[in-house]
């Protein structure tokens, strides 16, 4: 169907609101009508965890070796260390576990805006519908490609997050066809082609006919945030009378999607609404319950931290996550759940990203989260509040963000082949649990660099990239016939002389 911004509806907001939420689609998830965020057992996990002695907590960083998803009370143990030898190990273990299971890989992409309209109230963010400081906008399939092409052809991205807001203008059939505008975009670039191979969606909760739809266009990942899994805070900053005032909707998201063929999903949480320790047990309850119903947990976690917005108060944030605790959620949650993938984004300073950059798998770069602003002719480091849902902390460009990452000793990797060779859901998770995935995608990393190289980089980033790929070479070279076999090193050379002669799209 095809469908574009500003056409003339059938249905008014109102009613088309009463239909979004399913309710046989939450009940069939609940188990004797409970769901499983256990408040008093995290509590209780909390209190308890508070008494947990060094050789515990050295016995639960040992056991994190396994790359399995962690017990709750090992968890809520983790969660409450103060000795700083002791945090300095757990950040230790979780470079290392990141080393294990990713190797130095970073996957960069950027977050495209489609629309600021949203039926909503959270009393965070900057598009919440009574907030009058924001401008609404909702783009035409036209601008969405025009914005498409512009992190394509000019900056190099392979790899998008579309964002909306929740509003009938960017339904499930609006969110599909954006989807396949931009996968549509093919362009001649300075050697090779501009395009996006992979694009990622984070959207409001949608039932089990919407998701299929996404399936359809061939969605990468499915990202829907908890924002917070205390309830209490939950019903505080989510007015009940919204759609997002149902804690189960969208605590059951991800099962939907799952259930709708999607087999490649995300959680998240906006750290600062509720204690920052409460919220990591969430995401891993979160994650042992996609584990228990489907066998797979999410590919990703994400770990947006609060920022201001237009025309939106918080002074009554209580829980702001200060920088020290912030990096060592991140180590906990790298330790919690191993296999996951970790997103960290431009929401943070260059600083706090450095710093936690070997523990994450993945970052932004480039980003501007204004509706429509990647063709607007302003710079990036000008920010327009009264677009926007939040303020950015990084906005560095991708090639300066590459060239950084290059001198820290990490490859950036452009690979999208996962979801595109039937690499996803249960099958890369066995092989990320097994560090089988990690050889396969050693190769893609320096084939989809290389091309990004040819493509788009500046004089001096090609050169520092040069000299990784060649160090990457040589290191999977020092690996055949153990890791790799003498067969599959010669494909290699083969395809990264291929790309420099000009081929594209190579992987293995
Ligand atoms: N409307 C959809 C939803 O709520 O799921 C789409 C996502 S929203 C545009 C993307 C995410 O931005 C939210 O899930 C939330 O975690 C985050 N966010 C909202 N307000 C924020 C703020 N003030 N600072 C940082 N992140 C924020
Ligand atoms: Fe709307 Fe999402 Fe913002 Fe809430 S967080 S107001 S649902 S865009």
Redo the contacts with the bound molecule.
Sequence with gaps: MKHDAGVPRKQSVGEWVKTVIRQDEIDRYLDKGADFIDDEAIESDLARGKEAQAEEIRAIIRKAYNIKLMDARDVAALVQVTDPTLKEEVFRAAREIKTKVYDNRVVTFAPL?CGSK?V?A?T????RCDNEAVERRVLSMDEIEAEARVLATQIGHKRLVV????HPETDADYIAESMRRIYSIKEKVRNGVGEIRRVNV????LPIEGLRKLHEAGIGTYQ??Q?TYHRKTYEAVHPASTL?GNFHW?LYALHRAMDAGIDDVAV???FGLADWKFEVMGLVAHARDLEKRFGLGPHTV?V??????AG?DFSWVQHRVSDDDFRYLIACIRLAIPYAGLIVTN?EKPEMLRSVIKMCTQRDADTRVGIGAYTEAFSASEQKEETQ??MLGDTRSLDEIIRELASMGHIVSFCTAGYRCGRTGKKIMDALESGREGCFCKLNAVLTFQEWLEDFASAETKKIGDDIIDREMAEIRARVPADYSEVLWDHLLKARQKILAGERDLYF
Excluded: I, W
């Design positions: 805006y949203c909503n959270c965070y963010c900057g598009f964002v909306y807001g929740e984070n959207a409001a909760p829907v945030f924002e997002k969208r998240g949480a906006l994400s947006p931290r609060l920022e201001s917005a939106t929401r849902q939040f």
